[in-house]
């Protein structure tokens, strides 16, 4: 028996993982796709690298989770920008001043420029929705334009429903930029593994300690009854650290969680780049929302060819073998993962770590952060 069962091998049950070895304790992880690195998992096309669950661009503030990750592999400073097709003309998303300067006349951009700039600091960052509720009209009307051009249809497209129901913290994850920073993120700490994602899970797993079993869906080994956690039916008194989705750990028992799915179109052309950006968003006429060009992300400017994604929203349904991508915040659905939690707290050496388990909107650096945490207070038990 290990000390430790871990399931999936995304960053969240990989950090853990590792971290548990370094404790010199045996660990077994299981991962029912047939590879590890969670939806950071990365194949080829003719040579070319590309991320299979959707493009993945790695950023933080924190600087304990860049030298964390830094100690399994190596990176290249990677600053992410976006351009989005507003009006038939590509423009800086997050808008900014340079994207107020394409799309308005020279004496509109002016106004616009000089009237944000009174209310707010150069090279601050705005919300959509403060802008659109100013005092100021002039700055009413620019938000109402920007609200309307980027966001309105973007987010109907994404989450299938009024922008008015998606919860304000994830329209803010994109602002309004005062001033000209082109970059998506403004985190201090901007990098893409050089040799890839699957490398830092290869690193993160390589350990005499660490056993990974692939395409093993950990349903099949664990049984949860009456606050105790059996291994293929004996009794397992260490921690299990549950990185899945959490109504598919309680058989769905009080409904399915709702989530967004994609249907990623991938392609590969027979020319050297497509497109001006890794990414260019379609909030308007498009079914899709983005395409990435992945040679940007990996720097592999030398290959032939190229691979693009297209990304179509899709509503989530587990009884289709789709996969959960994106957690629909509400009060609805917060209250029902709370039944599922307060299940899950029937059995105590049951850990819940990362995006699916804890139903969260977590960027990658937020999940390894998290599990640092976590493992903390593990070990402070
Ligand atoms: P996952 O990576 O989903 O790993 C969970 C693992 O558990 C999976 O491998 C799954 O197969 C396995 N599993 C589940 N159930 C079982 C079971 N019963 N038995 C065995 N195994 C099981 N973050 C960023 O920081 N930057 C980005 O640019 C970015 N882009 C994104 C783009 C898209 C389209 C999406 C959907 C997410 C993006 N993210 C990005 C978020 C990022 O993917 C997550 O924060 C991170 O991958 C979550 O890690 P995790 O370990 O919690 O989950
Ligand atoms: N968003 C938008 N228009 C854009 C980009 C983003 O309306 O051009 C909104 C949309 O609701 C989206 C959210 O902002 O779901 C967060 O965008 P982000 O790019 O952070 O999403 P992710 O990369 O996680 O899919």
């Given at each position: 028996?290990?000390?430790?069962?871990?399931?999936?091998?995304?960053?969240?049950?990989?950090?853990?993982?590792?971290?548990?070895?370094?404790?010199?304790?045996?660990?077994?992880?299981?991962?029912?796709?047939?590879?590890?690195?969670?939806?950071?998992?990365?194949?080829?096309?003719?040579?070319?690298?590309?991320?299979?669950?959707?493009?993945?661009?790695?950023?933080?503030?924190?600087?304990?989770?860049?030298?964390?990750?830094?100690?399994?592999?190596?990176?290249?400073?990677?600053?992410?920008?976006?351009?989005?097709?507003i009006d038939g003309r590509?423009v800086p998303?997050?808008f900014n001043f340079q994207s107020i300067e394409i799309l308005f006349s020279k004496e509109k951009a002016e106004e616009i420029k000089s009237r944000l700039l009174a209310?707010?600091?150069?090279?601050?960052?705005?919300?959509?929705?403060?802008?659109?509720?100013?005092?100021?009209?002039v700055l009413?009307e620019f938000?109402?334009y920007v609200?309307?051009?980027?966001?309105?249809?973007?987010?109907?497209?994404?989450?299938?429903?009024?922008?008015?129901?998606?919860?304000?913290?994830?329209?803010?994850?994109?602002?309004?930029?005062i001033g000209y920073?082109?970059?998506?993120?403004?985190?201090?700490?901007?990098?893409?593994?050089?040799?890839?994602?699957?490398?830092?899970?290869?690193?993160?797993?390589?350990?005499?300690?660490?056993?990974?079993?692939?395409?093993?869906?950990?349903?099949?080994?664990?049984?949860?009854?009456?606050?105790?956690?059996?291994?293929?039916?004996?009794?397992?008194?260490?921690?299990?650290?549950?990185?899945?989705?959490?109504?598919?750990?309680?058989?769905?028992?009080?409904?399915?969680?709702?989530?967004?799915?994609?249907?990623?179109?991938?392609?590969?052309?027979?020319?050297?780049?497509?497109?001006?950006?890794?990414?260019?968003?379609?909030?308007?006429?498009?079914?899709?929302?983005?395409?990435?060009?992945?040679?940007?992300?990996?720097?592999?400017?030398?290959?032939?060819?190229?691979?693009?994604?297209?990304?179509?929203?899709?509503?989530?349904?587990?009884?289709?073998?789709?996969?959960?991508?994106?957690?629909?915040?509400?009060?609805?659905?917060?209250?029902?993962?709370?039944?599922?939690?307060?299940?899950?707290?029937?059995?105590?050496?049951?850990?819940?770590?990362?995006?699916?388990?804890?139903?969260?909107?977590?960027?990658?650096?937020?999940?390894?952060?998290?599990?640092?945490?976590?493992?903390?207070?593990?070990?402070?038990?």
């Amino acid at each position: 028996m290990p000390d430790v069962i871990v399931v999936g091998a995304g960053f969240a049950g990989s950090v853990m993982a590792r971290l548990f070895a370094d404790d010199q304790k045996r660990v077994l992880v299981l991962e029912k796709r047939n590879h590890i690195g969670g939806n950071c998992y990365e194949e080829k096309m003719n040579g070319i690298r590309y991320h299979l669950y959707g493009p993945h661009i790695f950023h933080t503030k924190s600087e304990l989770v860049k030298d964390f990750v830094r100690g399994y592999g190596d990176w290249y400073f990677y600053e992410h920008r976006v351009l989005g097709k507003i009006d038939g003309r590509l423009v800086p998303i997050p808008f900014n001043f340079q994207s107020i300067e394409i799309l308005f006349s020279k004496e509109k951009a002016e106004e616009i420029k000089s009237r944000l700039l009174a209310y707010y600091e150069m090279d601050s960052k705005v919300s959509i929705m403060d802008l659109k509720n100013s005092e100021d009209a002039v700055l009413r009307e620019f938000g109402e334009y920007v609200f309307d051009r980027v966001f309105l249809h973007y987010t109907a497209k994404q989450w299938n429903t009024d922008i008015s129901n998606v919860d304000t913290s994830v329209i803010n994850r994109v602002p309004v930029v005062i001033g000209y920073d082109d970059r998506y993120f403004s985190d201090a700490y901007q990098m893409m593994p050089k040799n890839g994602y699957n490398q830092i899970f290869e690193n993160l797993l390589q350990s005499p300690l660490i056993t990974v079993q692939l395409g093993v869906d950990a349903k099949e080994r664990l049984q949860f009854r009456n606050g105790k956690i059996y291994y293929q039916g004996k009794e397992f008194l260490g921690h299990v650290i549950y990185t899945g989705a959490l109504d598919a750990l309680f058989d769905y028992h009080y409904g399915a969680l709702p989530y967004r799915s994609l249907d990623l179109k991938f392609t590969y052309l027979d020319m050297n780049y497509y497109q001006p950006s890794a990414v260019v968003n379609y909030p308007n006429e498009e079914d899709f929302t983005r395409i990435t060009e992945f040679k940007y992300l990996s720097r592999e400017h030398f290959q032939k060819g190229t691979v693009i994604l297209k990304e179509y929203p899709l509503t989530y349904d587990y009884q289709k073998k789709m996969i959960p991508y994106y957690a629909i915040l509400n009060d609805q659905n917060l209250a029902l993962y709370q039944k599922y939690e307060q299940e899950a707290k029937k059995y105590p050496q049951l850990i819940l770590c990362g995006r699916l388990a804890e139903y969260k909107y977590y960027d990658m650096d937020a999940v390894i952060l998290r599990a640092l945490t976590m493992y903390e207070q593990i070990e402070g038990m």
